[in-house]
Nanobody, 122 residues
C-alpha cells in the first residue's frame, strides 16, 4: 500500500486548506484511515479518522474546524481544514489501519504516507 499526501502549504490564521491522500495498492475491504500530525518538538497526534461504516473520530482541538471525508471511487482521503490556527502548524500524515479501528492512536496504524507540511502564520 502506498499513500501520497498533497495540499499542504502556507496559510494565514483563519484561512482554509484541503489536504488529499491518494492510496494505491489498497486491497483491504475492512480498514480505517485518517490524518495525523506532528509539530516540531511535539509527539505525533491523531487528527481525524474514518472507518468503513463512515464513523468518524476527531481530536478535540480540531472539532468543528476540520472535516474528514473520502472518495472511495478514486481511493482518496481528504481533510478540509477551516479556521486554522498557528497551533495547527505541523507535518500532516495519512495512515491506514488494517483492523478498521476508530482510534486516533497512531500506533494502531500500519501504512503511512510521507507527509505534507502545513504552516499557519498569525
Amino acid at each position: 500500500v502506498q499513500l501520497v499526501e498533497s495540499g499542504g502549504g502556507s496559510v494565514q490564521t483563519g484561512g482554509s486548506l484541503r489536504l488529499s491522500c491518494v492510496a494505491s495498492g489498497l486491497t483491504y475491504i475492512c480498514y480505517s484511515w485518517g490524518w495525523f500530525r506532528r509539530a516540531p518538538g511535539k509527539e505525533r497526534e491523531g487528527v481525524a479518522v474514518v472507518d468503513r461504516a463512515w464513523s468518524t473520530s476527531y481530536a478535540e482541538s480540531v472539532k468543528g474546524r476540520f472535516t474528514i471525508s473520502e472518495d472511495s471511487a478514486v481511493s482518496t482521503l481528504y481533510l478540509q481544514m477551516s479556521n486554522v490556527k498557528p497551533e495547527d502548524t505541523a507535518m500532516y500524515y495519512c495512515a491506514i489501519d488494517r483492523d478498521e479501528g476508530s482510534s486516533l492512536q497512531w500506533w494502531f496504524f500500519d501504512y503511512w504516507g510521507q507527509g505534507t507540511q502545513v504552516t499557519v502564520s498569525s
